[in-house]
C-alpha cells in the first residue's frame, strides 16, 4: 500500500470491519475458488510434481477437512523500533528459528531488518543497487543446494499501471552478524496478464513455483503463478499464467501470504481473517487453494495488517503498520 492513502477510505474499511473479530475455526462456503479458463499448462518445471493445469479443480464443492482450533495471542510482542512504521511484509528466517525479516513499504528505502520475534530489531540489511517502486510482501526458502534464500516482492500498484512487477531472489545474511549490505542473486521480470494491484508472494519450498495472489476488495482474487522449472531456468522476462480465481468473500482484500517452511500449510491474510489451507507434498499450493475449502483462523481485525509469516513450529506472526505496532500470534 502507498504512502498516499484516503483517510476517508481508512475510515470506512476500519468500520465495515468492526465487531468482526474472530474466536474460533470455521471453514468459507463452498464455491471458494475456480480454475481459469486459460491456466498455466505450458510452464511445468523440469522436476517435481505437473504444475497447475488450465482443468483445474474437478469437482466444484472443494472437499472439506478437520480445521486446527488455533488460539489467538494478540499481545504477543511489539515492535520496539518507531521508524519501522510502515512494515509490508514478512518472512521467518530459514536459519534463525527466533528471527523473523520484515521489510517496509513503498517510499521507504531497500533494506530488509531481522528482529526477534517479540519485536526487538537484530541488524538491518541494505539491498545493493536496488530502487524498490512498491515492496508488499516477501518469503523464505532453501534451496535444493541448501542454500537460505529471501525473496521481496516488488508487486504493489494502487493504481494498476504496471504492465510487470520484479520479485527479487537474495541469499540471507547472518542475521547476527550486525548491519550491512548484501547483492541480489537475481531480480525475477514477471509479465502480468493485466496490471493489478499484488500485496501476497507465495514460494512453494518444495516445488519452488512462484505465486502472487492479487487483491480485490470484492474478495475475488486472482492467482498468478510461475512454476519453478520456468523462472528458476533462467531468463527473464517471463509471463505469469493466471490459474485461477480465489473467492474469498466481500472486503477480503488479500494483504499477506506466507507457506510453511516444509510446505504444509499455505496461509493468506486478509483486514479481518486469516486463511489457511493443509496441503500435502504433491499437491501445486494453486491446486490446494482453489481445490479445498480453506479454515478461517482467529486473527484480528486490521485493515493494515500487511504481513504474516509462519514460523518453524506453524505459528502465525502477525504484525502490521504503525509506531510500535502490536505483533500477534495465532497458534
Not at 149 to 162: E, S, W
Request: glycine fraction near 10%; proline fraction near 9%.
Amino acid at each position: 500500500m502507498s504512502q498516499v492513502r484516503s483517510s476517508t477510505a481508512r475510515l470506512a474499511t476500519a468500520a465495515l470491519l468492526a465487531g468482526t473479530v474472530l474466536t474460533g475455526c470455521t471453514t468459507t462456503p463452498a464455491d471458494i475458488g475456480s480454475p481459469a479458463t486459460t491456466g498455466a499448462e505450458s510452464l511445468a518445471p523440469t522436476t517435481g510434481p505437473t504444475a497447475p493445469t488450465s482443468s483445474g479443480p474437478t469437482s466444484t464443492t472443494p472437499p472439506k477437512h478437520r480445521c486446527p482450533a488455533g488460539a489467538l495471542d494478540p499481545a504477543f510482542g511489539q515492535m520496539s523500533d518507531s521508524t519501522l512504521d510502515e512494515i509490508s511484509g514478512a518472512a521467518a528466517s530459514p536459519t534463525a528459528d527466533d528471527i523473523v525479516w520484515v521489510h517496509e513499504d513503498s517510499g521507504n528505502p531497500a533494506v530488509l531488518t531481522a528482529v526477534t520475534l517479540d519485536g526487538s530489531v537484530v541488524s538491518r540489511w541494505t539491498i545493493d543497487g536496488v530502487e524498490p517502486v512498491d515492496w508488499e510482501d516477501m518469503a523464505s526458502a532453501t534451496s535444493p543446494g541448501g542454500h537460505p534464500t529471501l525473496f521481496v516482492g516488488d508487486i504493489g500498484d494502487n493504481r494498476a499501471v504496471r504492465d510487470h512487477v520484479n520479485v527479487l531472489r537474495i541469499p540471507e545474511p547472518d542475521p547476527r552478524r550486525g548491519d550491512g549490505i548484501v547483492a541480489p542473486l537475481r531480480t525475477l521480470r514477471l509479465t502480468l496478464p493485466q496490471p493489478a494491484d499484488v500485496e501476497a508472494l507465495l514460494i512453494d519450498p518444495l516445488h519452488g513455483d512462484l505465486v502472487l495472489v492479487t487483491k480485490s476488495l470484492i474478495g475475488e482474487s486472482d492467482i498468478l503463478v510461475a512454476p519453478g522449472g520456468a523462472w528458476a531456468a533462467g531468463s527473464t522476462p517471463l509471463a505469469l499464467e493466471h490459474a485461477g480465481t480465489l473467492r474469498l468473500g466481500l472486503l477480503s482484500a488479500v494483504l499477506a501470504g506466507d507457506v510453511a517452511a516444509d510446505g504444509s500449510t499455505i496461509v493468506l491474510r486478509t483486514p479481518g481473517n486469516l486463511w489457511q489451507w493443509s496441503r500435502d507434498g504433491e499437491t501445486s499450493l494453486v491446486d490446494t487453494m482453489l481445490g479445498q475449502e480453506p479454515c478461517r483462523l482467529p486473527s484480528l481485525v486490521d485493515p493494515y495488517g500487511e504481513a504474516v509469516a509462519t514460523l518453524a513450529d506453524g505459528t502465525q506472526w502477525l504484525v502490521g503498520e504503525g509506531v510500535e505496532p502490536t505483533i500477534a500470534a495465532v497458534n
